[in-house]
C-alpha cells in the first residue's frame, strides 16, 4: 500500500501522486456505491499493481469538497476579476466568497487586466473588506510579484468568469502552464471555454493550483440550506456586529436596532457587499419555504 494524492481526474481514471511516481489508479467499485468520488486533492492509499498502475483503495477524511470545480482540500479560492471586459459584477465575487468562507476556505481578489482599467471600484471594495486584495496584468506582467507570495505554498483554486484571464495568469505565472488561452474578442466579450478536466499543477513559485469553470457553476448544488442558516457569518466582516443587534434572529436585512445595519450606515461595511447580502439572503429564501412544506 502506498499514500498519495489524486493529482488528476479524467474519465475514470486517477492519477495519483505518491512522491516517487505518478500511478494511474482506477478507484473501487464501493466508492460509486457509496455515492463518493475521489477528488483532486484527496489524500488516498493505493495498492500498486506494478507498471505505474494502482487501485485507488480509501480516501482519507477531507478538510473540504467543492463540486465545481470538483476539488478537495483547497486552502483558498483565488477568485479572478476584471474591472475592463468582460467586467466584473461584485455579486458574482461575494457569492462565491460566501461559499468559500462555509467551508473555511480562504479568498484572494485577483483584479486581472489592470493594464486597460485600474479596477478602482473593486479594489475599494474588497482591501476595505480585509480580502487580500492584488491588481495584476497577466499581458504585462505587472502586480504578479504581488500574487505570488499568496499563493506559494498553498493549494489553490482559480476561479472567475470565462475571459476574465485564469489561464493568461497561469500562464504569465509560469510559462509551463499550457492551457490554450482563449480569445475574448471572437466570443464577443465572453471568453471561450477552455477547461476540460480537473488537474492539480505546480507552478515554478512553489504554488499549487486547479483552474476550475466560471463563477455561475457554484450556483445550484452550493446555494443550499446549510448556506442559508449561516449566510451572515459567511460575510466575515459582518462577524464583530452580529451579537449586537438589538433583536435575536435578526435578520440584517432592515430591522431597527441592526448593528451591522449601523455598521453600514457608518461606512463600516462597504454598500455592495451589504447588497450582495440582501440578494443572497432572498436567493435562499425559498430554500426555507421548501424545507417547511415539506414537514
Ligand atoms: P480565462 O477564460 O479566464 O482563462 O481567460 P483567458 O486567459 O483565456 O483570457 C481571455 C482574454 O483576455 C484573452 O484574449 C487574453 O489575451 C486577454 N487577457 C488576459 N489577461 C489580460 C490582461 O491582463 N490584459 C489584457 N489587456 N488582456 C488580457
Ligand atoms: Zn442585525
Redesign the pocket.
Known amino acids: 500500500m502506498a499514500e498519495g494524492r489524486v493529482i488528476k481526474a479524467l474519465s475514470g481514471f486517477y492519477y495519483v501522486d505518491t512522491g516517487r511516481e505518478v500511478l494511474t489508479c482506477r478507484a473501487r467499485g464501493k466508492f460509486r456505491k457509496e455515492g463518493v468520488s475521489p477528488l483532486v486533492g484527496d489524500r488516498v492509499t493505493v495498492r500498486e499493481l506494478g507498471g505505474g498502475e494502482g487501485f485507488l483503495e480509501t480516501i482519507q477524511p477531507r478538510r473540504s469538497a467543492f463540486t465545481r470545480p470538483a476539488v478537495a482540500n483547497i486552502d483558498q479560492l483565488v477568485v479572478?476579476a476584471s474591472g475592463?471586459i468582460p467586467k466584473t459584477d461584485p455579486f458574482l465575487i461575494d457569492r462565491v466568497a460566501s461559499i468559500a468562507a462555509l467551508k473555511d476556505c480562504g479568498v484572494v481578489v485577483v483584479l486581472?487586466?489592470?493594464?486597460?482599467d485600474s479596477a478602482d471600484d473593486l479594489y475599494h471594495i474588497y482591501t476595505a473588506s480585509g480580502f487580500p486584495t492584488v491588481r495584476?496584468?497577466?499581458?504585462t506582467g505587472e502586480g504578479l510579484e504581488e500574487l505570488v507570495p499568496l499563493i506559494a505554498g498553498k493549494f489553490s483554486a482559480f476561479t472567475?468568469n470565462?475571459?476574465?484571464?485564469?489561464?493568461?495568469?497561469l500562464n504569465a505565472l509560469d510559462p509551463e502552464f499550457h492551457l490554450q488561452?482563449?480569445?475574448?474578442?471572437q466570443a464577443l466579450g465572453r471568453?471561450r471555454?477552455?477547461t476540460r478536466h480537473v488537474e492539480l499543477f505546480r507552478l515554478k513559485c512553489g504554488a499549487e493550483v486547479v483552474d476550475s469553470p466560471g463563477f455561475s457553476s457554484f450556483e445550484t448544488e452550493e446555494l443550499n440550506l446549510e448556506l442559508k442558516e449561516h449566510l451572515p457569518e459567511t460575510f466575515v466582516e459582518f462577524r464583530p456586529y452580529l451579537d449586537r443587534c438589538r433583536f435575536t434572529g435578526c435578520s440584517h436585512t432592515k430591522e431597527a436596532g441592526c448593528a451591522v445595519l449601523e455598521a453600514l450606515a457608518e461606512g463600516k461595511i462597504q454598500p455592495s457587499r451589504h447588497q450582495s447580502y440582501l440578494r443572497l439572503y432572498e436567493e435562499l429564501k425559498p430554500l426555507q419555504a421548501w424545507q417547511e412544506k415539506k414537514k
Open positions: 479572478i475592463a486581472n487586466k489592470c493594464d486597460l495584476v496584468s497577466a499581458e472567475g470565462s475571459g476574465v484571464g485564469k489561464s493568461s495568469i488561452v482563449g480569445d475574448v474578442s471568453g471555454h477552455t
